[in-house]
């Protein structure tokens, strides 16, 4: 099992940047990618961005493409994002997970490992 901490949320203004870290431990190498979700109140986790751990290569959703980017730095079991020209709808629970096996996915339950999550808020 992997354990993950995330942290780095906080209130930004529109048109600010975030970045927050997700901190791995445990089994970290069975972690094929990790993955950011968010969860705004009333709606379902939704799928961010992701990265292979081996090779760097990532993944984005529409709606953070070309504003948000993910990176890993393996040797300190870490992963970030970097979250540029923030709006009002980022405004969401963020979270980290870590997905085993040899596919990645944009679907939170073929997710084993979760964050406690970290709230990003921004204003208008």
């Known amino acids: 099992q992997v354990q993950l901490v995330e942290t780095g949320g906080g209130l930004v203004q529109a048109g600010g940047s975030l970045r927050l870290s997700c901190a791995a431990s445990?089994?970290?190498?069975?972690?094929?990618?990790m993955g950011w979700f968010r969860q705004a109140p009333g709606k379902e986790r939704e799928f961010v961005a992701y990265i292979i751990r081996s090779t760097g290569l990532p993944y984005y959703a529409d709606s953070v493409k070309g504003r948000f980017i993910i990176s890993r730095d393996n040797a300190k079991n870490t992963v970030y994002l970097q979250m540029n020209m923030l709006k009002p709808d980022d405004t969401a629970v963020y979270y980290c997970?870590?997905?085993?096996?040899?596919?990645?996915?944009?679907?939170?339950?073929?997710?084993?490992?979760w964050g406690q999550g970290t709230q990003v808020t921004v204003s208008s």
């Open positions: 997970a870590a997905r085993n096996g040899v596919r990645a996915t944009t679907t939170p339950d073929e997710y084993a490992s």
């Open positions: 445990g089994r970290t190498s069975s972690a094929y990618a």
